[in-house]
């Protein structure tokens, strides 16, 4: 039975992820998010996604290791960010550099250290060419820092203080895995031909570059600087509610009931609170909006998701929207790289049917 875009067709079997849509649950590798996140950190939960198990001190201080050497990009793929004009967007710079990798010392290395490199590189990537665009001088990377910490000091030259840390990094971890969604499945089409990851790699992000897939916490950003202020959250989203507008932020194709990342991110917020007045106005705005959408439309089931608390985040943390895509990258990779390992473990050709809908003519 032919369904637009493959929708509600199940194409892979996986360990990885689950969503559970009806029930409101995202497990990684069967462990609810809610027991993972707010007690292990990116390196953890990233080493969780690629093996299955959570590390010990070991294993944790190698992958710790590894993404630190990876921070140093090879040579030819440093010239190759150098030589690309500043005008080039983000995501076309990212998918360059990390195309390049595909050489002789990387491609033979096995694909579970190919993984680690690729993701400690493209936090690199993203903040050299982003920092190019603005005119200013690259940040070298601090080997004292975390993964994420690294990531903001590269991005603005100034150590990020623990707050700033903790939020993006929160927001992140909910952000690695999120099963078949359009950059995935373009990651384990790609691989199952047999090619390389960094040509699947290169896929995903060419695939996460659409905006109908990343970027989408910009326009909740737009609609909380409408807003302005707690005294505007009613008249402004009723008028937008009679003019039959959609409020960003809310609703999820999959979850019916609320986004279980939403949860973690507006506890994040919450303990921010007083903080920031960014976090501030979102936190009161939420609950205003949800008791609206419920009148206005009941039965629709519309609930927070994880891009309007990502907003408030990535707000105040001062992050432009420009950088929103890249960032999200930063954490999908985790994803992308332990589907691409996984297709090949049980590997087949992705070769799904067409139907021709033309007409059948004839030439004389």
């Avoid at 959570?54 to 960010?81: F, G, Q, T």
């Avoid at 590189?121 to 820092?145: D, F, W």
């Avoid at 960014?278 to 994880?306: C, F, M, Q, S």
Wanted: hydrophobic residues 45%; contains cysteine; negative net charge.
């Amino acid at each position: 039975m032919f369904k637009k875009g493959l929708k509600d067709v199940v194409a892979v079997q996986t360990n990885i992820a689950s969503v559970e849509g009806d029930l409101g649950e995202l497990r990684y590798r069967g462990v609810l998010i809610d027991e993972l996140i707010p007690s292990y950190s990116f390196e953890e939960v990233a080493y969780l996604i690629w093996h299955g198990v959570l590390p010990d001190e070991n294993e944790l201080r190698n992958l710790e290791s590894k993404l630190i050497i990876s921070r140093l990009l090879p040579p030819h793929v440093l010239a190759i960010i150098d030589a690309l004009p500043a005008e080039v967007p983000l995501m076309d710079a990212v998918r360059t550099a990390i195309s390049a990798f595909a050489h002789a010392s990387f491609s033979n290395a096995p694909i579970e250290e190919q993984a680690i490199i690729l993701s400690g590189a493209i936090p690199v990537i993203v903040a050299k060419h982003y920092r190019k665009q603005q005119g200013l001088p690259t940040v070298n990377s601090n080997p004292n820092l975390s993964h994420i910490a690294n990531y903001l000091w590269m991005l603005n030259g100034e150590l990020p203080n623990a707050l700033q840390v903790e939020a993006l990094e929160t927001y992140l971890k909910l952000t690695m895995e999120h099963g078949l969604n359009a950059a995935t499945f373009s990651a384990r089409v790609t691989i199952s031909t047999e090619s390389d990851l960094t040509a699947a790699i290169t896929s995903a992000i060419g695939t996460m570059k659409g905006p109908l897939h990343g970027g989408a916490p910009s326009g909740v950003i737009e609609l909380l600087e409408e807003i302005g202020n707690q005294e505007n959250i009613l008249p402004i989203i009723q008028e937008k509610l009679q003019n039959g507008e959609k409020i960003m932020g809310f609703g999820h194709r999959i979850y019916k009931t609320e986004d279980p990342r939403s949860f973690l991110l507006r506890d994040k917020c919450a303990s921010m609170v007083g903080i920031d007045e960014w976090l501030d106005l979102a936190v009161v705005a939420e609950k205003e909006i949800i008791n609206l959408l419920a009148k206005h439309k009941p039965g629709r089931k519309l609930y927070t998701n994880v891009e309007y608390y990502a907003a408030a985040i990535m707000r105040s943390i001062e992050m432009p929207p420009e950088l929103f895509t890249p960032t999200f990258s930063v954490a999908r990779i985790i994803g992308w790289t332990a589907h691409a390992i996984e297709q090949l473990q049980d590997n087949s050709i992705f070769r799904p049917e067409s139907e021709y809908i033309g007409t059948k003519r004839a030439f004389a």
